[in-house]
Each structure stands twice: as structure tokens, then as C-alpha cells.
């Protein structure tokens, strides 16, 4: 088998309802870089059920950095955090190298969610997430330097993606689906 990050559970191990995409909350988590001289870094994650994007900008392209959005983002759902992210698939970059950092709650030490890691040169295995890199590089192409990029124009980018009617929903949004499954998991 190739090798793949030491801590984590391989995508062999995941539940096949998240490759069936046939349950919400499981996610494809991956970063775009900028030019060589930008230490800045997205961090892009697609909910695989309803193609949901969440972009955030990293300090840099760390393990540190992915753990610390993490954190942020769970601050961000509180007590829903676990319901709407259940798993999160990644590939073996060093940035998604601390498995135990990413999978604990910053509330003690539950854990926050799943980890799976992709093959070795298998971006197909993230295949909503890859689609998705390709919309967020309309807006920041290739050497695209992260570090002028404001916050403001992040979430600008991200809310295009989520409000584009796609023809696979029946015309309907990200938004829209996701909305709906949120709404459904309750207080």
C-alpha cells in the first residue's frame, strides 16, 4: 500500500455512506497556495452532500495554521460542530499532518470530528473538492499572491460559489441544501 499520513485512518477505513454521498456533514478539506513569495494559503473545504464551500485564510500552509481554523470554525457551529462536520477527507500534505490536532475539540478532549486521508497522488478521491479549487481559481488564479487578498473579497468568492444554482440540485443552491440540513439537525 502507498504510504500515507502516519496517524490517520486511510479512506479504505471511511464509511461508504460518504462516498455514496447519501448523508450530510462529510467534507473534503484541501489548500490553495498563492505565488513563491506568499506565505498565505487557503483553506477550502466542500461538504460532499450538498457542495457547500467554506474558505478561509491561513497564515501560512501549516499543520498549526489548518488546526487553528479548525478551532475556529468549530467556535464558529458551537455544540452543531460534530453533526455538520463528521468526517473530513484530506490528502497527505504536511499541513494536514497533525491527525490528533485536527480531530480534537477545542472544548476538552472529545473529539471533534473524523479524519481520512486520501491515497498519495489521488486529488480524484476529493473529487467535490477539486471541482470546487477550480471555480476558487477563477477568482485567484495561479501566483495569485494571498497576502493583499482581503477578507472581504474571501467571502465574497465563497458566497458566489455557495449561491450559484446548479443544475445537479434542480437549479437550486449550496446554500439552499445546506441551509435545510442544518435547520433539520435542531438547537
Known sequence: KPNRAPQGKSIEKRPAEVAERCSFGHWEMDTVVGGRKSKKALLVLTERLTRKEIIMRLPNKTADGVVKAL????????????????????????????????????????????????????????????????????FFPKG?????????????????INRYPRAIFGYRTADNLFNEYVFALGA
Open 71 to 138: 478551532d475556529k470554525l468549530e467556535r464558529r457551529y458551537g455544540r452543531r460542530f460534530s453533526s455538520v462536520f463528521r468526517s473530513i477527507t484530506v490528502d497527505n500534505g504536511s499541513e494536514f499532518a497533525d491527525c490528533a490536532g485536527l480531530e480534537r475539540s477545542v472544548y476538552g478532549k472529545r473529539q471533534r470530528t473524523k479524519l481520512y486521508y486520501c491515497h498519495p497522488y489521488s486529488a480524484y478521491e476529493r473529487g467535490s473538492n477539486e471541482n470546487q479549487n477550480i471555480l476558487i481559481r477563477r
Open 144 to 160: 495569485c499572491c494571498f497576502d493583499r487578498v482581503t477578507h472581504k473579497y474571501i467571502q465574497h468568492v465563497e458566497d458566489w
